[in-house]
């Protein structure tokens, strides 16, 4: 007879390998459950409300609510194709496809190799140019 009253040890781990719809092993279901115990806990949504934005939660319901946000993110995409950076990164992606293989590729993976390049690479004259406008959309903008 095993440990809880009449099924064996080994029975209880497939079990519980049984509740979950997926192909993990009992370790892997093991340390997902392991994995939940020391998450913290979900803070409660009263919390949530009691709270005060903080001036960044400001700044971007403002640029949402006036439009400038979309306008600003125009002006970069223009900016970006205009000095060429985003033709750089499309090369830089079929690079990076030709050398693992199209059909080893995913989006998640190109998002992960390309990204710190890509921030790298933009111009300071497009960054300089946004910022002077998102501090002029700042001084007109009663907060």
Same mark, same amino acid.
């Given at each position: 007879?095993?440990?809880?009253? +009449?099924?064996?040890?080994?029975?209880?781990?497939?079990? $519980?390998?049984?509740?979950?719809?997926?192909?993990?092993?009992?370790?892997?279901?093991?340390?997902?459950?392991? $994995?939940?115990?020391?998450?913290?806990?979900?803070?409660?949504?009263?919390?949530?409300?009691?709270?005060?934005?903080?001036?960044?939660?400001?700044?971007?319901?403002?640029?949402?609510?006036?439009? &400038?946000?979309?306008?600003?993110?125009?002006?970069?995409? &223009?900016?970006?194709?205009?000095?060429?950076?985003?033709? &750089?990164?499309?090369?830089?992606?079929? $690079?990076? $496809?030709?050398?693992? +293989?199209?059909?080893?590729?995913?989006?998640?993976?190109?998002?992960?190799?390309?990204?710190?390049?890509?921030?790298?690479?933009?111009?300071?004259?497009?960054?300089a140019e946004l910022l002077q406008r998102i501090r002029s959309f700042l001084s007109s903008t009663a907060l």
């Open positions: 007879m095993g440990l809880s009253g +009449g099924i064996h040890p080994r029975q209880n781990t497939h079990l $519980a390998a049984s509740c979950f719809p997926s192909n993990h092993s009992c370790s892997e279901i093991i340390n997902i459950m392991r $994995a939940s115990i020391k998450r913290p806990p979900t803070p409660d949504a009263e919390d949530e409300r009691d709270r005060e934005p903080t001036i960044q939660e400001i700044i971007n319901i403002k640029l949402i609510e006036s439009g &400038e946000k979309e306008r600003l993110k125009d002006l970069l995409r &223009e900016r970006l194709i205009e000095c060429g950076w985003r033709d &750089e990164m499309k090369a830089l992606c079929r $690079a990076h $496809a030709r050398k693992k +293989g199209r059909n080893n590729v995913t989006v998640d993976d190109l998002v992960h190799v390309i990204t710190p390049k890509g921030r790298a690479s933009v111009p300071d004259t497009v960054k």
